[in-house]
């Protein structure tokens, strides 16, 4: 089991940058693969990045490629984002959340076990 608690959001102008961590509990953070997803008020919660268990591979959704980069440290048991030239378009709620699955970027809620609670990113115009 995996208990994750997300930490870095705030409130920052447009063009600034900011860098989200996602700490995790248990020995096992490097066997599953890691994802940031964020939710704005009245739409889904869909997926921004993911990391794969070792941290070679990555996949972004298109509105952040270049901007964003994913990464984690297996032997802290930490996730990051770093996000840079933000836009008020990224404004919401990002959680971390991780799978057991070996997909890198799936969407379905349902494949990721473990949430979370979410950190608020406000970007002003």
């Known amino acids: 089991q995996v208990q994750l608690v997300e930490s870095g959001g705030g409130l920052v102008q447009a063009g600034a940058s900011l860098r989200l961590s996602c700490a995790a509990s248990?020995?096992?953070?490097?066997?599953?693969?890691m994802a940031w997803f964020r939710q704005t008020p009245g739409l889904d919660r869909d997926i921004v990045t993911a990391?794969?268990?070792?941290?070679?591979?990555?996949y972004y959704t298109d509105s952040v490629k270049g901007r964003f980069t994913i990464s984690r440290d297996n032997a802290k048991n930490m996730l990051y984002l770093q996000m840079n030239m933000l836009k008020p378009e990224d404004t919401a709620v990002y959680y971390c959340?991780?799978?057991?699955?070996?997909?890198?970027?799936?969407?379905?809620?349902?494949?990721?076990?473990?949430w979370g609670q979410g950190t608020q990113v406000t970007v002003s115009s």
């Open positions: 959340a991780a799978t057991s699955g070996t997909a890198i970027g799936s969407r379905r809620i349902s494949d990721y076990a473990y």
């Open positions: 248990g020995r096992t953070f490097s066997t599953y693969v």
């Open positions: 990391i794969s268990r070792g941290g070679q591979a990555a």
